[in-house]
T-cell receptor, first 112, second 116 residues
Framework: AQSVAQPEDQVNVAEGNPLTVKCTYS??????LFWYVQYPNRGLQFLLK??????LVKGSYGFEAEFNKSQTSFHLKKPSALVSDSALYFC??????????FGDGTTLTVKP | DGGITQSPKYLFRKEGQNVTLSCEQN?????MYWYRQDPGQGLRLIYY???????QKGDIAEGYSVSREKKESFPLTVTSAQKNPTAFYLC???????????????FGEGSRLTVL
């Protein structure tokens, strides 16, 4: 069975500092990895994905993620955080049968 | 604009009543999904459908039912058999991108169900 772990419930950073939101996964076969963001009482929005190719993936709003096969990780990063980045972030993994498994989410708070 | 529309946004239900949540998409996507979100937990899959007139149970299907009579529509019924139905419900769809991989999910804005 596939699984996703987001080891931090909460991440706090100061505006302008780099941010990292961690994600590790377990899946048989090649992983298809995704990051989504959710603002309060809203649906999830897609940020970026890794399917194949370069290990560094660039996405929306200046976010990027690095796929590390040996560490089975797919950490979300941004060089300079904004207050407006404060939200709930979900990592997800898919298998070829089309089902997605989500982590429990990490709340990112960026303080001015 | 293309997207997914969920209704109602907020719904209150008395115990013992069935309720139906609407999900409509105009993205021409084949696959559609229903997730349940509880505080502090990730999304849990209730049901999914990869094609019209076909659907499969997800991880927490008990107490729920769905239909997929049209490509655009995937309604979810929360039945009285669901013991703890108060939650935030999210509908999503995914397009076909030339193979059984790759497609990200597009989500609606969610429906918040409260049982009184």
């Amino acid at each position: 069975a596939q699984s996703v772990a987001q080891p931090e419930d909460q991440v706090n950073v100061a505006e302008g500092n780099p941010l990292t939101v961690k994600c590790t996964y377990s899946v048989s076969g090649n992983p298809y990895l995704f990051w989504y963001v959710q603002y309060p009482n809203r649906g999830l929005q897609f940020l970026l994905k890794y399917i194949t190719g370069d290990n560094l993936v660039k996405g929306s709003y200046g976010f990027e993620a690095e796929f590390n096969k040996s560490q089975t990780s797919f950490h979300l990063k941004k060089p300079s955080a904004l207050v407006s980045d404060s939200a709930l972030y979900f990592c997800a993994v898919r298998d070829v049968r089309s089902k997605s498994t989500f982590g429990d989410g990490t709340t990112l708070t960026v303080k001015p | 604009d293309g997207g997914i529309t969920q209704s109602p946004k907020y719904l209150f239900r008395k115990e013992g009543q069935n309720v139906t949540l609407s999900c409509e998409q105009n993205l021409n996507h084949d696959a559609m999904y229903w997730y349940r979100q509880d505080p502090g937990q990730g999304l849990r899959l209730i049901y999914y459908s990869q094609i019209v007139n076909d659907f499969q149970k997800g991880d927490i299907a008990e107490g729920y039912s769905v239909s997929r009579e049209k490509k655009e529509s995937f309604p979810l019924t929360v039945t009285s058999a669901q013991k703890n139905p108060t939650a935030f419900y999210l509908c999503a769809s995914r397009g076909w991108e030339g193979g059984p991989i790759a497609g990200e999910l597009f989500f609606g804005e969610g429906s918040r169900l409260t049982v009184l």
